[in-house]
């Protein structure tokens, strides 16, 4: 009888970290920035930091789930093992694949957009040839994806720190007006901050993904709750330091609604070329598409593992340790709906499958520990304001569309 290989345990503290890392920094702080501004203006830290608290909630029913049931299709697991309904868990893995399946695809026709200022060619040829290279990458094994994903992850930071550094000199010689980013206690103050949070929230997104490469991290049970922790303190930090030095340098009507905000900063406040910041962008595009593959196929696997998706998506290569058969039908996924789907029209139902599964995932936990007993008040409490923040959250998203 021949034993079915599994995936291969070989992720550290620090690589599942900066996987998360990341994740979250995708391509996100190199647009939203510009649209959370035009939202809370002088506010936008505020923003930011209401946005990583109400993440917090859900980042430590995450870590906590992460921790009982360290698993493949960790959301999945999670809402079959709380709420008990096959039904549910279900919807819940195929929502969050789908959802990444829409966000690599729209990455994949970013990076034609930035690929064409540099070279010319055809629109098809550069996404196919894009999404196949990350495909045999993410096929090629874990390790090898995880450590081209930490370079292009060092490679973001350091674009973020670029912009910290060249803004120095700006900010010396004006300095940072920290009466203008203290809160009025107003209500149109706290509207903009709040409209502001709910575009940032969406700047947190991706930490989820660190929990379905649980079976490929050493000693999950410790390392995936940490590494959730680092990876949105970290962002967090970042989001906040870029946000402050934004409204000090720039006056606010040219970097409100700005869709290359951090390419703004280089232009104005250094000699450097603008070109320089649209490169870092194509490698974040590129970490951000590859993660998410690597993502998606690992909840295909773990579903049918756990005989909720094909059985054919259960199989791991001997050789590689990587479920290939799931890596191959993510990135034909990838592939149909960057060429032939109308991928702007479903990047917008993105967020809300997220923050469906980010409230399955809180009532999850709800349940669970009011079922094992463990009943105190913060067991309880944060995953139930978790639930209740995402479920509001999803709400408002779906009334204003």
């Not at 909630?57 to 709420?83: D, K």
């Not at 410790?222 to 680092?230: D, F, K, T, V």
Request: glycine share 8%.
């Amino acid at each position: 009888m021949t034993t079915q290989p599994n995936l291969l345990r070989n992720l550290s503290l620090v690589e599942i970290s900066f996987y998360g890392i990341g994740t979250i920094l995708g391509a996100g702080i190199y647009v939203l920035l510009g649209a959370v501004i035009a939202k809370s203006g002088a506010m936008t830290p505020w923003a930011f930091m209401l946005a990583a608290v109400v993440v917090c909630f859900s980042a430590y029913s995450y870590a906590q789930m992460a921790r009982r049931f360290p698993r493949s299709a960790g959301e999945a697991v999670y809402i079959q093992e709380g709420l008990r309904c096959k039904q549910l868990a279900t919807l819940a893995g195929f929502a969050i694949s789908l959802g990444g399946i829409v966000s690599a695809a729209t990455m994949a026709r970013g990076f034609n957009s930035y690929f064409s200022v540099l070279i010319n060619t055809p629109e098809g040829l550069t996404i196919s040839l894009l999404v196949a290279t990350l495909v045999g990458i993410a096929a090629w094994g874990v390790k090898q994806s995880v450590t081209l994903a930490i370079l292009t992850t060092l490679l973001e930071i350091a674009g973020l720190f670029l912009v910290i550094i060249v803004s120095s000199d700006e900010l010396s010689r004006g300095g940072i007006d920290w009466t203008v980013m203290v809160p009025p206690l107003t209500l149109p103050a706290f509207s903009a901050i709040a409209s502001g949070a709910f575009l940032a929230f969406f700047a947190f997104i991706g930490f989820e993904d660190m929990v379905n490469m649980a079976e490929e991290v050493k000693h999950p049970e410790r390392n995936l709750p940490w590494g959730i922790a680092i990876a949105v303190a970290t962002t967090t930090l970042l989001y906040a330091a870029i946000a402050i030095i934004a409204l000090s340098t720039i006056p606010m009507r040219e970097i409100a609604g700005s869709e290359a905000p951090l390419a703004l900063l280089i232009e104005h406040n250094s000699t450097l070329p603008v070109s320089s910041m649209a490169l870092i962008s194509l490698v974040a595009i590129i970490n951000g598409a590859l993660i998410q593959i690597v993502m998606v196929s690992r909840v295909l696997y773990g579903m049918a593992r756990r005989n909720l998706a094909p059985a054919f998506l259960g199989t791991v290569h001997p050789r590689t340790r990587t479920p290939i058969p799931a890596t191959l039908f993510a990135g034909l996924l990838v592939l149909s709906f960057a060429l032939w789907l109308p991928v702007t029209t479903l990047a917008a139902t993105t967020s809300a499958l997220i923050l469906l599964v980010f409230t399955l995932v809180n009532l999850a936990l709800l349940f669970l520990n009011y079922r094992e007993g463990k009943r105190r008040p913060l067991q309880l409490a944060i995953p139930f304001m978790g639930t209740l923040l995402c479920s509001g959250f999803l709400f408002v998203q779906l009334w204003s569309q």
